[in-house]
């Protein structure tokens, strides 16, 4: 390439047009066209039956449970529930694969055109259109005997089917992503509503969401690279990663004037790149399956589920704010999960303060699960019992050091405030003032030398005073007020 040739080319500018699938795993008891269960954690090839397995004569059966959390998932997306909907057979052949094709929706899927709000990289609100979410079957999972797990050095592979027929939801964005951050901020905000929503838990640990990426390349010169599809992304930081690395390839290609594949590549995490996996295949592979009737969603049937959405987390951070007047940044914590939003207004309902409620759950709340390691499910401070101890702390019976003495122990014996404060050694309303006085009075005399810097007004950045507070605080086990201790230091350092 001369050097003129590469002047021009440094003033093109890229644009990346990125469209994200989405496959989530739907909450049901049972598979999406029979009974099995859908507990994967089982023996390998147990949850299994002559319909996930594709035998000869075995009829499919469709889930309703499946069409009802696939309603939900679509509500919390803004779409559209549509009242005809069908199913193919995507016809293909890989091990995973029982029965040689994979039964999904595909043409008419059972909701349509939704979006997702997110902030582009300039900070302004942007929507990703959703085109539509469709049904369908899992397939099974293959495991590689290589150390790493992978197919690639493994000298045999198993197939376990247990999750072949699991109830899937995908969800096809538009291509209105033109980012890295954007596309995970967008999978983020996606994930927070359909697990509020109830359709699935979208826990990633587990498998229960997985993405795709179709990455693409617009130049200002005029010229449109072709899509390539990134598979095996299965975390919000290898989506990042596989999309920067994609668009930077791809841009590479298009300045040396090459022509961008349409094909499939797979992301290495470990390598940081992805390769070729097969090109991009045009023939029609989808028949409408001669087994499931058309789906029909009755106007009823749309209505009773459309009532069962709960309030979304944006409406509910936005109502925090408003009425309760709690800060935006405390309303989002709050509002990250359904059960830490529910936990927090029954603390509300049993009458405690709302600001002061949300920062204890803000703080101490998620402090302690986070600690043990365990969910609101099996904290053992009930709401009503958090909402007696800050109600304590917001009429001065107990001080914040008493309250979180008095919480820790409830944490770990599920006891009563009452019975806490007792084991604790805490007393409503503190030590008395004589007392307090006495022990002010104890603390300065014992440290002399730290009261001559203070007096000489050579504590300008206050520790010293705050090193005397904490003599204090300590000399009356916590039970002082902390807000009060400057200014009775102060007046007894007056008449020394």
């Given at each position: 390439?001369?050097?003129?040739?590469?002047?021009?080319?440094?003033?093109?500018?890229?644009?990346?047009?990125?469209?994200?699938?989405?496959?989530?795993?739907?909450?049901?008891?049972?598979?999406?066209?029979?009974?099995?269960?859908?507990?994967?954690?089982?023996?390998?090839?147990?949850?299994?039956?002559?319909?996930?397995?594709?035998?000869?004569?075995?009829?499919?059966?469709?889930?309703?449970?499946?069409?009802?959390?696939?309603?939900?998932?679509?509500?919390?997306?803004?779409?559209?529930?549509?009242?005809?909907?069908?199913?193919?057979?995507?016809?293909?052949?890989?091990?995973?694969?029982?029965?040689?094709?994979?039964?999904?929706?595909?043409?008419?899927?059972?909701?349509?055109?939704?979006?997702?709000?997110?902030?582009?990289?300039?900070?302004?609100?942007?929507?990703?259109?959703?085109?539509?979410?469709?049904?369908?079957?899992?397939?099974?999972?293959?495991?590689?005997?290589?150390?790493?797990?992978?197919?690639?050095?493994a000298a045999t592979s198993y197939v376990d089917y247990n999750r072949s027929g699991l109830?899937?939801?995908?969800?096809?964005?538009?291509?209105?992503?033109?980012?890295?951050?954007?596309?995970?901020?967008?999978?983020?905000?996606?994930?927070?509503?359909?697990?509020?929503?109830?359709?699935?838990?979208?826990?990633?640990?587990?498998?229960?969401?997985?993405?795709?990426?179709?990455?693409?390349?617009?130049?200002?010169?005029?010229?449109?690279?072709?899509?390539?599809?990134?598979?095996?992304?299965?975390?919000?930081?290898?989506?990042?990663?596989?999309?920067?690395?994609?668009?930077?390839?791809?841009?590479?290609?298009?300045?040396?004037?090459?022509?961008?594949?349409?094909?499939?590549?797979?992301?290495?995490?470990?390598?940081?790149?992805?390769?070729?996996?097969?090109?991009?295949?045009?023939?029609?592979?989808?028949?409408?399956?001669?087994?499931?009737?058309?789906?029909?969603?009755?106007?009823?049937?749309?209505?009773?589920?459309?009532?069962?959405?709960?309030?979304?987390?944006?409406?509910?951070?936005?109502?925090?704010?408003?009425?309760?007047?709690?800060?935006?940044?405390?309303?989002?914590?709050?509002?990250?999960?359904?059960?830490?939003?529910?936990?927090?207004?029954?603390?509300?309902?049993?009458?405690?303060?709302?600001?002061?409620?949300?920062?204890?759950?803000?703080?101490?709340?998620?402090?302690?699960?986070?600690?043990?390691?365990?969910?609101?499910?099996?904290?053992?401070?009930?709401?009503?019992?958090?909402?007696?101890?800050?109600?304590?702390?917001?009429?001065?019976?107990?001080?914040?050091?008493?309250?979180?003495?008095?919480?820790?122990?409830?944490?770990?014996?599920?006891?009563?405030?009452?019975?806490?404060?007792?084991?604790?050694?805490?007393?409503?309303?503190?030590?008395?003032?004589?007392?307090?006085?006495?022990?002010?009075?104890?603390?300065?005399?014992?440290?002399?030398?730290?009261?001559?810097?203070?007096?000489?007004?050579?504590?300008?950045?206050?520790?010293?005073?705050?090193?005397?507070?904490?003599?204090?605080?300590k000399e009356a086990k916590g039970q002082a007020n902390p807000a009060e201790l400057p200014?009775?230091?102060?007046?007894?350092?007056?008449?020394?």
């Open positions: 390439m001369s050097g003129k040739d590469e002047n021009m080319n440094s003033e093109l500018t890229f644009t990346p047009v990125i469209g994200i699938e989405i496959h989530i795993q739907l909450k049901t008891d049972t598979k999406i066209f029979c009974g099995c269960s859908t507990d994967t954690g089982a023996d390998p090839n147990t949850n299994i039956c002559p319909i996930c397995m594709g035998l000869p004569g075995a009829l499919p059966r469709l889930n309703a449970r499946v069409v009802q959390q696939g309603m939900l998932a679509g509500l919390a997306l803004h779409c559209t529930i549509q009242p005809q909907s069908l199913f193919f057979r995507k016809s293909y052949f890989y091990p995973d694969l029982p029965k040689g094709y994979q039964t999904s929706q595909c043409d008419l899927p059972i909701v349509t055109t939704g979006y997702i709000e997110v902030h582009d990289d300039e900070g302004k609100l942007k929507k990703i259109r959703v085109h539509h979410l469709h049904l369908e079957e899992d397939v099974g999972r293959l495991h590689h005997s290589a150390a790493d797990g992978r197919l690639e050095g109830p899937l939801a995908e969800i096809v964005s538009e291509p209105d992503v033109s980012s890295a951050r954007e596309a995970v901020e967008y999978v983020t905000t996606l994930r927070r509503r359909v697990r509020y929503s109830g359709a699935s838990d979208v826990d990633l640990e587990k498998g229960m969401m997985r993405f795709d990426a179709n990455v693409s390349m617009k130049c200002s010169d005029g010229r449109w690279g072709k899509k390539v599809e990134v598979k095996n992304m299965n975390s919000f930081h290898a989506l990042e990663r596989a999309i920067e690395y994609e668009i930077k390839r791809q841009k590479k290609v298009m300045l040396q004037g090459g022509q961008v594949l349409q094909e499939t590549r797979h992301w290495n995490d470990a390598k940081g790149v992805t390769t070729a996996s097969r090109s991009k295949e045009f023939y029609r592979k989808f028949i409408v399956d001669p087994d499931l009737p058309p789906l029909v969603v009755s106007k009823e049937w749309a209505d009773e589920v459309i009532a069962m959405m709960p309030e979304m987390p944006d409406v509910k951070a936005e109502r925090y704010v408003e009425e309760m007047h709690i800060p935006p940044e405390i309303a989002d914590v709050l509002t990250d999960s359904r059960d830490l939003a529910e936990y927090f207004e029954a603390c509300v309902a049993a009458g405690a303060a709302p600001v002061r409620a949300a920062n204890w759950v803000r703080t101490e709340v998620l402090r302690t699960l986070n600690e043990r390691q365990i969910g609101l499910e099996d904290l053992k401070i009930a709401p009503r019992a958090l909402a007696e101890l800050v109600q304590r702390v917001e009429d001065g019976r107990f001080s914040t050091t008493q309250a979180k003495a008095v919480f820790d122990r409830m944490a770990e014996t599920g006891t009563a405030v009452d019975d806490a404060a007792k084991a604790c050694g805490v007393t409503e309303g503190g030590v008395t003032d004589d007392a307090l006085t006495e022990m002010i009075r104890a603390v300065l005399e014992a440290n002399r030398d730290v009261v001559d810097v203070i007096r000489s007004g050579k504590d300008t950045k206050g520790k010293k005073m705050k090193f005397l507070q904490g003599l204090v605080m200014d009775r230091i102060a007046k007894l350092l007056e008449g020394l």
